[in-house]
């Protein structure tokens, strides 16, 4: 009986020890990051500054892009978000994060996840070394060369055609019923990319096949925010990717990423045995890959490898597609939801054209109004909404005078930056015109510009190849049709997208009508 009392007692105790000495572990990580921390000195939520819960609450929610926005307003230009995770607001924080090449940054952890979601197969997206991702981005700039996108553009053009007839029996007023916008968005921006990439028609504007496809790629992204973002990531990433829950826990977890990526290399290697035993009499198909399988680094002479190409293709089918998309279903719900503005351009669209054959990229690119839309839409939703995170090494890096040591994780939300009211005036509403006045002294002065692609050696390449597609299939669907908002369906004043690195939308839900 006194034996079972004293190990009772001393179960209690150890009970006791162990709930004291986390509580002291905890007390001293707090007291740390509050006041001893090199951050300390910057405001934040208090949550936030203490732990990263809060951040990986709103990745997994998918509104991290507004939580940073109501804490810029909240907080100022710089803000705490994360023990070591500082967000910025501002054209010079822009400047000295993405636009410079400053050997004292480089992309944070969050991308190491992705690559290991991916089976350790690096693309020149997860090419966190410097060095390495300049060597991968000279060899991937031959699929975006001036010369390859004068080869890309019939093809678009011929796509969106083909698209925006189709449309007349999906969408009429009246007895077809409204469509869901993001949805065909998606379809034929899945199918150009296909025709680009591989010389190979997905079909999804035809037929509903392939249309899971469109699917996977929110899941694949949501799930490196998930991971990615936790606080024990590291710790997860371990137990998935290097124990025996590889095989397991691991293969579900990255279960959609993979199929997502069997698809992309399952129509590389198609694409690869066409150039290899090309059919005779068919013309060579000009895409991404008939570039990508011949380029040369110009300075090593090195080119991709065949695990290379597999990652690119799978980056070029991520990051072409569902930012596109987004960024075109966007546009159409802002000119569906301000008649005054879609009447504008719908008749600068019709003055200069008189069927849609004629529109050439060349042509469009001279219609102001045109161009207008389409930025202001990328300023109020950005496809790529959140913070890109990068990452302070060596010495640490200067922003604005303050000192950002080695670790801290630095970065902007664009759609934090781009709906600051000390930048924007009218930050939220949809005001075109804003960017027709772009030459004059006082706009420049008081309006930076886009930063929807980001900037510098780690922006986007494929910028003018997306602003062709939505040119072409804003331009084609404007002239074809009147567009109207399905009011019954959403009154939403705003086009809100969840941020899963890439936004996922649905909607606007719209009725066409021929003209
Ligand atoms: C409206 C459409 C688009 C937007 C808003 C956009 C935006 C961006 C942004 C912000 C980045 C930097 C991401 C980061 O640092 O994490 C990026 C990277 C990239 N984008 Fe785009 N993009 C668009 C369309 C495209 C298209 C059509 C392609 C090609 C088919 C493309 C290919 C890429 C690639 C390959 C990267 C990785 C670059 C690197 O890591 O060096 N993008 N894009």
Not at 34 to 52: K, Q, V
Not at 131 to 146: D, G, M, N, P, T
Not at 186 to 192: E, K, L, S, V
Not at 208 to 233: A, D, E, F, I, Q
Request: hydrophobic share 40%; aromatic share 10%; net charge positive.
């Amino acid at each position: 009986m006194t034996a079972l009392l004293r190990a009772a007692t001393q179960h209690h105790q150890t009970a006791i020890s162990t709930v004291l000495a986390i509580v002291t572990a905890i007390t001293i990580v707090v007291v740390h990051r509050l006041f001893l921390h090199p951050l300390a000195a910057l405001r934040g939520p208090f949550f936030a500054r203490i732990s990263s819960w809060p951040n990986w609450y709103h990745a997994a929610k998918g509104d991290r892009h507004i939580w940073l926005l109501r804490l810029h307003s909240k907080h100022g230009s710089t803000v705490r978000f994360g023990p070591s995770s500082v967000s910025f607001n501002t054209p010079s924080a822009f400047e000295s994060i993405y636009a410079s090449r400053d050997a004292s940054l480089r992309k944070g952890d969050w991308y190491q996840c992705v690559k290991d979601t991916a089976g350790g197969f690096e693309s020149t997206f997860t090419a966190r070394d410097r060095s390495r991702h300049a060597l991968k981005r000279r060899i991937l700039a031959h699929a975006f060369s001036e010369r390859a996108l004068r080869e890309y553009e019939p093809r678009i053009r011929a796509m969106s055609t083909r698209w925006v007839n189709s449309l007349a029996a999906e969408a009429s007023d009246g007895d077809g019923g409204s469509v869901d916008f993001a949805a065909w968005a998606n379809y034929i921006i899945f199918d150009i990319l296909g025709d680009l990439c591989y010389g190979k028609d997905f079909g999804l504007v035809h037929s509903t096949k392939n249309r899971y496809v469109t699917k996977l790629l929110p899941r694949t992204t949501r799930s490196w925010y998930m991971l990615g973002y936790h606080p024990w990531s590291h710790l997860l990433r371990y137990l998935l990717f290097k124990t025996s829950l590889k095989t397991s826990l691991g293969r579900i977890f990255v279960r959609t990423n993979s199929t997502f990526r069997e698809f992309c290399v399952a129509s590389l290697m198609e694409r690869i045995k066409v150039e290899k035993t090309p059919e005779k009499g068919t013309p060579v198909s000009k895409d991404m890959f008939h570039h990508l399988l011949r380029a040369r680094d110009p300075e090593t002479g090195e080119g991709f490898s065949m695990g290379d190409l597999g990652a690119e293709s799978v980056l070029l089918m991520i990051a072409g597609t569902h930012t596109t998309s987004v960024a075109i279903a966007a546009i159409v719900f802002y000119l569906a939801s301000n008649a005054e503005k879609l009447n504008k351009l719908a008749a600068e669209i019709r003055t200069e054209f008189s069927s849609t054959e004629d529109m050439t990229y060349q042509r469009l690119v001279g219609l102001p109004f045109l161009r207008s839309c389409i930025n202001e839409s990328l300023r109020l939703c950005p496809p790529t909404a959140g913070h890109l995170q990068r990452e302070a090494l060596g010495a640490g890096v200067d922003i604005g005078g303050f000192l950002y040591p080695a670790g801290t994780n630095v970065g902007i939300s664009a759609y934090a930056f781009q709906r600051n009211p000390l930048l924007w005036p009218q930050p939220d509403d949809f005001l075109p015109e804003r960017w027709l006045q772009n030459d004059s002294a006082d706009m420049q002065k008081s309006q930076p510009g886009l930063i929807a692609f980001s900037s510098g050696p780690l922006g986007c390449p494929g910028k003018q190849l997306a602003y062709m597609e939505m040119s072409i299939i804003v331009a084609m669907l404007v002239h074809r049709y009147d567009v109207t908002l399905d009011k019954s369906e959403s009154s939403d004043k705003d086009y809100t997208i969840k941020d899963c690195y890439v936004g996922q939308a649905s909607g606007p839900r719209i009725f066409l009508r021929s003209k």
